[in-house]
């Protein structure tokens, strides 16, 4: 089966998906599903086995933790990189621009490759950052390479282990000459999440027309390349529709839809990835956000954070983003892990987190006395101290969902500590009292 059979033949199946399931959405999460999960190797629509790697991932922290790599698990992909010298930004902005390689590998070789593949490019001190996933999937193993030289040196060490896989990769990547190893660039959006948006639009187009029973692989390039053309005419649409917030993620994400159909028609080869280039010149702000203050900005990432992750599981995230350093506790989805790299390091995150909770606390900790009482508010704030729950706050005006977003226990206990407050639920209903006061006063003069 040639790559084009294969890319027909995984449209027609998501296309079918929607034409059986007609009150199904047509959305982001079961087309990526699908996409990383399919096997591109049967004859059959197949999905690949959901083996856990979770021992693996291990296996090989235990193996590769304290050499000279920096090593973490981002509770989805155990993350290994090589970073010589180069500090967070300077890293980070060499892995925005670097080469991604797709590296099949079935859950039984799994460990034995990636064990030798990491041990080569740390002798070699390449610079790189290597992802494996906690189950199997077409794409558990994904490496980024600063360097064209250094790709091709790593290309060339897996094909000298001449290793078979039953797992094929996608076939939108760029693979060259029918090796094992697919390709992509990409940016600020990663490769298969721009051909999900991608997807997602074509078939949401088809389904519109009453055509989702004719598709194919070709009509879906030419989809994008007429999509690319009316970016131009308006922007504002184009980045509504495809999540786009910044203009560095519009330009990567019109760079990657202009590869991938490029692939699609005329299937390109290795040098020809490596020397890709999209020329697009962004003349407007460096920012398509509609958000003003950095407050609003770091709110938008909380709750964009909230769409994929528990408030628990974002807030454990921010606080390891706190304590290591290491921007990859954020999704790259919606460009949150770009804006908090351009905007947020650690210490300013963490100091704006501690102001923007305690001014919640105190708005929460008001609304409630004054629709309730003293002793509301006494039990509210023993039950946030003991129990970390807020139930005991009301709602009106919002003030709980707010204070639930905001505020990290560890960081309002480290809070009052730094203010020398007493950590009791008398002590801080005292202190909301003055405020209460204050706020009084305030109003008073205001009306003379």
Same mark, same amino acid.
């Given at each position: 089966?040639?790559?084009?059979?294969?890319?027909?033949?995984?449209?027609?199946?998501?296309?079918?998906?929607?034409?059986?399931?007609?009150?199904?959405?047509?959305?982001?999460?079961?087309?990526?599903?699908?996409?990383?999960?399919?096997?591109?190797?049967?004859? @059959?629509?197949?999905?690949?086995?959901?083996?856990?790697?979770?021992? /693996?991932?291990?296996?090989?922290?235990?193996?590769?933790?304290?050499?000279?790599?920096?090593?973490?698990?981002?509770?989805?992909?155990?993350?290994?990189?090589?970073?010589?010298?180069?500090?967070?930004?300077?890293?980070?902005?060499?892995?925005?621009?670097?080469?991604?390689?797709?590296?099949?590998?079935?859950?039984?070789?799994?460990?034995?490759?990636?064990?030798?593949?990491?041990?080569?490019?740390?002798?070699?001190?390449?610079?790189?950052?290597?992802? $494996?996933?906690?189950?199997?999937?077409?794409?558990?193993? $994904? $490496?980024?390479?600063?360097?064209?030289?250094?790709?091709?040196?790593?290309?060339?060490?897996?094909?000298?282990?001449?290793?078979?896989?039953? $797992?094929?990769?996608?076939?939108?990547?760029?693979?060259?000459?029918?090796?094992?190893?697919?390709?992509?660039?990409?940016?600020?959006?990663? !490769?298969?999440?721009?051909?999900?948006?991608? /997807?997602?639009?074509?078939?949401?187009?088809?389904?519109?027309?009453?055509?989702?029973?004719?598709?194919?692989? &070709?009509?879906?390039?030419?989809? /994008?390349?007429?999509?690319?053309?009316?970016?131009?005419?308006? &922007?504002?649409?184009?980045?509504?529709?495809?999540?786009?917030?910044?203009?560095?993620?519009?330009?990567?994400?019109?760079?990657?839809?202009?590869?991938?159909?490029?692939?699609?028609?005329?299937?390109?080869? &290795?040098?020809?990835?490596?020397?890709?280039? !999209?020329?697009?010149?962004?003349?407007?702000?460096?920012?398509?956000?509609?958000?003003?203050?950095?407050? @609003?900005?770091?709110?938008?990432?909380?709750?964009?954070?909230?769409? !994929?992750?528990?408030?628990?599981?974002?807030?454990?995230?921010?606080?390891?983003?706190?304590?290591?350093?290491?921007?990859?506790?954020?999704?790259?989805?919606?460009?949150?892990?770009?804006?908090?790299?351009?905007?947020?390091?650690?210490?300013?995150?963490?100091?704006?987190?501690?102001?923007?909770?305690?001014?919640?606390?105190?708005?929460?900790?008001?609304?409630?006395?004054?629709?309730?009482?003293?002793?509301?508010?006494? !039990?509210?704030?023993?039950?946030?101290?003991?129990?970390? &729950?807020?139930?005991?706050?009301?709602?009106?005006?919002?003030?709980?969902?707010?204070?639930?977003?905001?505020?990290?226990?560890?960081?309002? @206990?480290?809070?009052?500590?730094?203010?020398?407050?007493?950590?009791?639920?008398?002590?801080?209903?005292?202190?909301?009292?003055?405020?209460?006061?204050?706020?009084?006063?305030?109003?008073?003069?205001?009306?003379?």
């Amino acid at each position: 089966m040639t790559k084009k059979d294969k890319q027909n033949k995984f449209l027609k199946y998501l296309a079918q998906i929607y034409l059986e399931n007609p009150n199904l959405t047509i959305s982001d999460a079961t087309i990526y599903h699908e996409l990383v999960h399919f096997d591109f190797g049967s004859k @059959q629509n197949a999905h690949i086995k959901n083996n856990s790697l979770v021992s /693996i991932q291990v296996k090989l922290n235990n193996e590769f933790q304290g050499k000279s790599c920096h090593c973490f698990n981002n509770n989805y992909f155990w993350v290994i990189e090589n970073r010589r010298d180069l500090n967070d930004s300077g890293f980070y902005r060499l892995m925005e621009n670097s080469i991604k390689l797709y590296i099949p590998i079935d859950s039984e070789n799994f460990y034995h490759i990636a064990s030798q593949l990491f041990t080569f490019m740390l002798e070699k001190n390449i610079i790189m950052q290597s992802k $494996v996933a906690k189950v199997m999937r077409n794409d558990a193993l $994904v $490496v980024r390479i600063s360097s064209s030289k250094e790709a091709e040196d790593v290309i060339n060490y897996l094909e000298s282990l001449n290793y078979k896989s039953k $797992v094929e990769t996608n076939p939108f990547l760029v693979n060259d000459n029918n090796s094992q190893v697919s390709l992509a660039r990409d940016g600020h959006i990663s !490769y298969n999440t721009a051909l999900t948006k991608l /997807i997602r639009e074509y078939l949401k187009n088809k389904q519109k027309s009453h055509n989702l029973n004719d598709i194919s692989a &070709k009509e879906f390039a030419n989809f /994008i390349i007429e999509k690319i053309n009316l970016s131009f005419q308006d &922007k504002e649409i184009f980045a509504n529709t495809y999540d786009l917030r910044t203009a560095k993620e519009f330009k990567d994400f019109l760079s990657t839809s202009n590869l991938i159909s490029q692939n699609i028609l005329t299937p390109l080869n &290795k040098e020809q990835l490596f020397n890709y280039h !999209y020329d697009y010149q962004e003349k407007e702000s460096p920012h398509l956000l509609s958000l003003t203050t950095e407050e @609003q900005k770091l709110l938008y990432i909380i709750n964009k954070m909230c769409s !994929y992750y528990s408030i628990s599981e974002v807030h454990m995230r921010i606080l390891e983003y706190i304590s290591k350093e290491n921007v990859n506790y954020f999704t790259r989805r919606d460009g949150i892990r770009a804006l908090v790299n351009y905007y947020f390091p650690p210490y300013k995150i963490k100091t704006m987190l501690k102001d923007m909770s305690w001014n919640a606390f105190l708005s929460a900790s008001l609304t409630t006395m004054q629709k309730y009482d003293y002793n509301q508010l006494l !039990y509210a704030i023993d039950n946030l101290l003991k129990e970390e &729950k807020i139930d005991g706050f009301t709602n009106q005006n919002n003030v709980r969902s707010y204070l639930g977003i905001i505020l990290i226990p560890e960081l309002f @206990q480290e809070l009052l500590e730094e203010k020398g407050i007493s950590i009791t639920s008398s002590s801080l209903a005292d202190i909301v009292i003055c405020e209460s006061k204050k706020f009084e006063t305030t109003k008073k003069v205001g009306k003379k």
